[in-house]
T-cell receptor, first 118, second 112 residues
Framework: AQTVTQSQPEMSVQEAETVTLSCTYD???????LFWYKQPPSRQMILVIR??????QNATENRFSVNFQKAAKSFSLKISDSQLGDAAMYFC???????????????FGEGTQLTVNP | NAGVTQTPKFQVLKTGQSMTLQCAQD?????MYWYRQDPGMGLRLIYY???????DKGEVPNGYNVSRLNKREFSLRLESAAPSQTSVYFC???????????FGPGTRLTVT
């Protein structure tokens, strides 16, 4: 079974600075997807960025980028130019490359609470 | 479009009471999911549904039942609530297995 681990329960960053959130995962599969979700106080789960395991290039979405190290099974999220609105709980998630519903379920890490200081 | 909606937003139950959490999506998605979120843990899958009339158990199904009433709606029922079911419940949907999942706003349930 796949597992996802976020070893940083809490992180803080100064506004306009850069912060990196860590995620490691364990799987025996070669094809899969990795995600970062943001959950602000409103509780809404918002997809921040996704990475396909077969792609060597790291995904980027505006100020958000990832460092995907497949061999090390590491998937970190870098937030550049942090803004107050980035404060939230961030979840790393794994999904198998599968057309079956059970195989396509999301497996989440424990979450990292990010605080942005003005 | 409303996306995925959930009712109620908050609920307090006494041990042994029953209730149904409602979820609806207007995106014409085929697959729907129920997750629970507990402090210090990520979301865990309770039940899921590939299509209307089809449901399957997820990782933590004990104490729950579900109904896929039609393509739009997927309800989660607690027949006899227990304090261990105090959690935040999320419904999600996707076009098909393997596609991006869209989440509802969640229901915060407290069982005393």
């Amino acid at each position: 079974a796949q597992t996802v681990t976020q070893s940083q329960p809490e992180m803080s960053v100064q506004e306009a600075e850069t912060v990196t959130l860590s995620c490691t995962y364990d799987t025996s599969e070669s094809d899969y997807y990795l995600f970062w979700y943001k959950q602000p106080p409103s509780r809404q789960m918002i997809l921040v960025i996704r990475q396909e395991a077969y792609k060597q290039q790291n995904a980027t979405e505006n100020r958000f980028s990832v460092n995907f190290q497949k061999a090390a099974k590491s998937f970190s999220l870098k937030i550049s130019d942090s803004q107050l609105g980035d404060a939230a709980m961030y979840f790393c998630a794994y999904r198998s490359e599968s057309s079956h519903l059970w195989g396509s379920r999301l497996t989440f890490g424990e979450g990292t609470q990010l605080t942005v200081n003005p | 479009n409303a996306g995925v909606t959930q009712t109620p937003k908050f609920q307090v139950l006494k041990t042994g009471q029953s209730m149904t959490l409602q979820c609806a999506q207007d995106m014409n998605h085929n697959s729907m999911y129920w997750y629970r979120q507990d402090p210090g843990m990520g979301l865990r899958l309770i039940y899921y549904s590939a299509s209307e009339g089809t449901t399957d158990k997820g990782e933590v199904p004990n104490g729950y039942n579900v109904s896929r009433l039609n393509k739009r709606e997927f309800s989660l029922r607690l027949e006899s609530a227990a304090p261990s079911q105090t959690s935040v419940y999320f419904c999600a949907s996707s076009v098909a297995p393997g596609n991006e999942q869209y989440f509802g706003p969640g229901t915060r349930l407290t069982v005393t």
